[in-house]
């Protein structure tokens, strides 16, 4: 399986900025093909915040684009999320994403999350 550890949130002004990490391990990390973000907002469903492959395509939300950067360093198996210019909206726990796909099923593995709180 894949286990998947994040850090870096916290409370920060709007303007600032914050770097999340998400470490992955277990027997099957080999297989991952794609490694997020995504945040959920308190009375809202889970988005989308940036994907990356392991050849280094990346996808981002319209609403990050230009502020954040999403990162990966396979020798470290983690992923990374440089967030600038944050802003209250941006306020949401974050989760890392890991998704493997074997021949058309998707299996998605989920860290615990990680609170970022933008104050105004």
């Known amino acids: 399986q894949v286990q998947l550890v994040e850090s870096g949130g916290g409370l920060v002004q709007a303007g600032g900025s914050l770097r999340l990490s998400c470490v992955a391990s277990?027997?099957?990390?080999?297989?991952?093909?794609?490694m997020g973000w995504y945040r959920q907002a308190p009375g809202k469903q889970r988005e989308l915040v940036a994907t990356?492959?392991?050849?280094?395509?990346?996808n981002y939300a319209d609403s990050v684009k230009g502020r954040f950067t999403i990162s990966r360093d396979n020798s470290r198996n983690t992923v990374y999320l440089q967030m600038n210019n944050l802003k209250p909206e941006d306020t949401a726990v974050y989760y890392c994403n890991a998704a493997r796909v074997v021949i058309v099923t998707r299996y998605d593995y989920w860290g615990q999350g990680t609170q970022v709180t933008v104050s105004s």
């Open positions: 990356i492959t392991s050849g280094g395509s990346t």
């Open positions: 277990g027997s099957i990390i080999f297989s991952i093909n794609t």
